[in-house]
């Protein structure tokens, strides 16, 4: 199973023993794990951002006008 959130994967159990994580891991030890996992999916969003904004620009290549503002956006919206 692919988590999608910090919440989810802190919900869940070991596959291998079935014990909930939340009873295998201290407060403190979430705390530093959910920290990484915010680190990495901000981190995600930058490259996610710019795959999108190339594709659009691409699609505004071939004439489609919307596109090319939508690129703009997407990356304006990564520099706010």
């Known amino acids: 199973m692919i988590y999608m959130t910090f919440k989810q994967w802190k919900d ?4 291998e ?3 909930p ?14 920290m990484g996992w915010n ?4 981190a995600g969003q930058t490259a996610e951002r710019e795959a999108c904004a190339k594709l659009c620009g691409e699609l505004h ?3 489609d006008d919307d596109c ?4 703009d ?3 304006a919206r990564g520099q706010a």
Do not use: V
């Not at 090319?68 to 690129?71: E, N, R, S, V």
């Open 68 to 71: 090319g503002q939508a690129a």
């Open 17 to 19: 023993t079935g014990e």
């Open 12 to 15: 869940g159990n070991f596959l």
């Open 61 to 63: 290549l071939s004439g």
């Open 39 to 42: 680190y990495g999916y901000d």
């Open 21 to 34: 994580r939340k009873k295998a891991y201290s407060k403190d030890e979430l705390a530093l794990i959910e």
């Open 73 to 75: 956006a997407i990356r």
